[in-house]
């Protein structure tokens, strides 16, 4: 992990290196995205045919591999990025609806420096987690770019 001096430089290698993970993390994502509107015009014509089966197979395989890496390098570049604790407060919880699932994630309030900031979590948790405290880590150039643990 970074120390605090280079954390708050804006040109420390750290910084580059995350700004590298979150170049590549959209890259893949957008990459991800467009292979999967492939596999879907393409599959839906070549279904009837029968033989659509190759060509989603080519589509959806690197689809599901970009927008894993995606995931994962955006994850890097919040971890080189946030590397300022301190304890938050759930003040309320937000439902996200992932096609027929549902997760209830924290709303945390945390205060910088005097300022107070508010984020939504990546966790789910529950609505009886209103009031409990949380660890996250901010990004000390920008206290409003947080992570969980």
């Given at each position: 992990?970074?120390?605090h001096d280079s954390s708050r430089d804006p040109n420390s290698p750290e ?30 014509g070549l279904m009837k045919a029968d033989n659509g089966s190759p060509v ?94």
């Amino acid at each position: 992990m970074c120390d605090h001096d280079s954390s708050r430089d804006p040109n420390s290698p750290e910084r580059r290196k995350a700004a590298r993970y979150a170049k590549a993390g959209k890259v893949c994502s957008i990459t991800g995205t467009v292979l999967a509107v492939a596999a879907i015009v393409a599959g839906a014509g070549l279904m009837k045919a029968d033989n659509g089966s190759p060509v989603l197979l080519v589509c959806i395989v690197p689809m599901a591999v970009l927008l894993f890496l995606g995931g994962y390098f955006e994850r890097k570049d919040l971890t080189l990025r946030c590397t300022e604790r301190t304890t938050a407060h759930c003040i309320d919880t937000v439902r996200r609806h992932r096609g027929r699932r549902s997760t209830r994630h924290p709303i945390v309030e945390y205060e910088v420096d005097g300022v107070r900031h508010t984020a939504e979590l990546s966790i789910s948790c529950s609505r009886k987690d209103v009031g409990e405290l949380y660890t996250i880590y901010y990004d000390p150039l920008d206290p409003d770019t947080v992570r969980d643990q």
